[in-house]
């Protein structure tokens, strides 16, 4: 059985060493992302953003602390069932040689054209492929056309927001699109995701000026956490 999330996200003390590597990648990590937050996390390569990104989706097991969902041990919940309520927007995006439509809609079971058309609306790109002669029939990949890395960064942010998700992160995927556009996925993020929970990695201030919260991190750590008046 499926059990529905609120997306209330915990870290308590979480520290997390990689087991390939031995490279101590999160020092007693301390925050709370309440449902309906959007939280950005800030900080320079190699501080740890991704690896945060990594233990929210249980791709690895916190080696210290606890990682809590709605208040529930992370380890305690069907991985499949909980995985399946999150929407992920990777820093390498990854698309399929299929049409437009099907890698938006990619988890979904049957093809909801409405919901496609949205969510590529929603995520900025809908002009773009409406510009192709097939349109959300259009081949990419291999067998078919090529798009530019800010256009397969919004498909991939479309697919994310179709699946409708009750968490959302963003792993620095807004990095190939101007502000303008950034600003406009973002309004239509807080739009849809009220309620629900976003985390937004990212390099840029524009890209979180409007979080509720933000966690600088720095070799590992959070070294500010507040809001982006205060810090
Ligand atoms: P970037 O902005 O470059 O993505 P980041 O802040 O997201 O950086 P992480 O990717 O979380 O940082 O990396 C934190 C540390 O863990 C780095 O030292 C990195 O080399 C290491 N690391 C990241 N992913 C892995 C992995 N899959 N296996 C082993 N070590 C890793």
Redesign the pocket.
């Known amino acids: 059985v499926k059990q529905n999330i609120k997306g209330k996200i915990e870290f308590s003390n979480v520290s997390f060493t990689?087991p390939?590597?031995g490279?101590k990648?999160l020092k007693n990590l301390s925050f709370t992302v309440n449902p309906g937050e959007m939280v950005a996390i800030i900080?320079r390569?190699?501080?740890?953003?991704?690896?945060i990104a990594n233990l929210i989706l249980r791709m690895y097991d916190c080696t210290g602390g606890e990682v809590l969902v709605d208040g529930h041990p992370i380890t305690s919940l069907n991985l499949e069932g909980y995985r399946s309520q999150i929407g992920v927007v990777p820093?390498d995006v990854f698309l399929f040689s299929d049409t437009i439509a099907h890698n938006i809609a990619f988890s979904a079971d049957v093809l909801d054209m409405a919901r496609v058309e949205q969510a590529a609306r929603d995520a900025a790109v809908y002009s773009n492929i409406m510009e192709l002669e097939k349109g959300f029939d259009t081949l990419i990949g291999e067998r078919g056309i090529t798009l530019s890395g800010g256009q397969k960064q919004r498909v991939s942010i479309a697919r994310a927001i179709a699946k409708q998700p009750q968490i959302l992160i963003f792993d620095?995927c807004l990095s190939a699109v101007d502000t303008r556009t950034e600003e406009e996925i973002l309004n239509n993020l807080g739009r849809n995701m009220q309620g629900k929970t976003s985390i937004i990695i990212a390099h840029r201030i524009s890209t979180i000026k409007n979080a509720d919260k933000i966690l600088v991190?720095d070799k590992g750590e959070i070294i500010e956490q507040g809001h982006h008046q205060y810090l």
Not at 45 to 51: A, D, H, Q, V
């Open positions: 990689y390939d590597t490279i990648a900080g390569t190699g501080s740890g953003k991704s690896t820093q620095d991190m």
